[in-house]
């Protein structure tokens, strides 16, 4: 066999399995949006049909699940999409200042206690949040905060995810001290660097830290729960939980009609950074 030959049998080998591959990550990717396809589908079934025809191509259309579902609840579905984008831009807006802060003392800042402080931030992340429930609503309910949406925003901006906090130490690590010493010669002090060099250089680990807080917040479900009463108050996963009736009278069709609608959300904003998600978690060194 030539050269030539040879090479050419390595290159057609070669595509054959980048062929195989990639046909076998399309068959997979079929399989995990065939929940969502169900979904988009159901929602334009009448709801006594829903769990009889199982196709994805409905035998009868109904689009009237998303009109009659927008208004089908005490409240129409807009109120509920309008509380839970407040929650989530100040959990957004909370969590990127907290957490900055404090990966930021914990990678650049010298004090007594740094290491044991870190270890213990992260510790926290294997204590079960269940754990802090009764404590949690015992506190809250002292400071008069039930049946607001301050239980659920107050403590993103006191650095509690510990999560977050270490993406961040690992971005800021993976900068070069020499722009910190730059700017100090310049006469910078330290929350001049923290706010005019290390802040615009973190845009990769900010845009990974609101991904995470929008997709986490927005489907939150037992927290609302446990701290809101009024609905008017209620959250977009609580406003669709109402249309699962208890005695069995649930009205199918128009829930995964909102669902799909509360779902266009977190897909978009998902599709909209996620070049920016691979590039923070690639230089957090997170595996």
């Not at 909370?94 to 290491?115: E, H, V």
């Not at 009024?230 to 009736?245: G, S």
Request: proline content about 5%; overall charge positive; hydrophobic content about 50%.
């Amino acid at each position: 066999m030539t050269t030539d030959e040879s090479y050419l049998e390595r290159v057609g080998n070669s595509r054959r399995k980048r062929f195989t591959k990639h046909l076998l990550l399309c068959l997979v990717s079929i399989v995990m949006l065939y929940p969502l396809l169900w979904l988009v589908s159901s929602s334009l079934k009448p709801s006594g049909i829903v769990f009889k025809d199982l196709s994805l191509w409905p035998a009868e259309w109904d689009f009237s699940n998303y009109t009659e579902g927008w208004t089908a609840l005490q409240f129409p579905f807009d109120l509920y999409l309008v509380n839970s984008v407040v929650i989530v831009v100040l959990s957004i807006i909370g969590n990127l200042l907290s957490c900055s802060l404090a990966a930021y003392a914990f990678a650049r800042l010298n004090f007594r206690g740094r290491k044991l402080f870190f270890a213990l931030t992260l510790g926290t992340m294997m204590l079960p949040g269940h754990v802090l429930l009764v404590p949690q609503y015992i506190v809250f309910a002292k400071l008069g905060w039930l049946n607001t949406y301050f239980p659920l925003i107050v403590p993103n901006f006191l650095a509690t995810s510990a999560f977050y906090i270490f993406l961040m130490v690992q971005f800021i690590r993976s900068l070069p001290k020499e722009l910190d010493e730059a700017a100090r010669i310049d006469g910078a002090g330290t929350f001049r660097i923290f706010w005019s060099v290390i802040l615009p250089l973190c845009k990769p680990a900010f845009a990974t830290t609101a991904i995470f807080t929008f997709i986490s917040t927005w489907n939150e479900f037992f927290s609302p729960l446990l701290y809101l009463t009024e609905q008017e108050l209620y959250t977009v996963p609580l406003a669709v939980r109402q249309f699962i009736d208890s005695e069995g009278q649930s009205q199918w069709g128009q829930m995964f009609a909102m669902s799909f609608v509360s779902l266009a959300p977190v897909i978009g904003f998902f599709i909209a950074g996620q070049k920016y998600l691979v590039k923070g978690i690639a230089t957090t060194g997170l595996k």
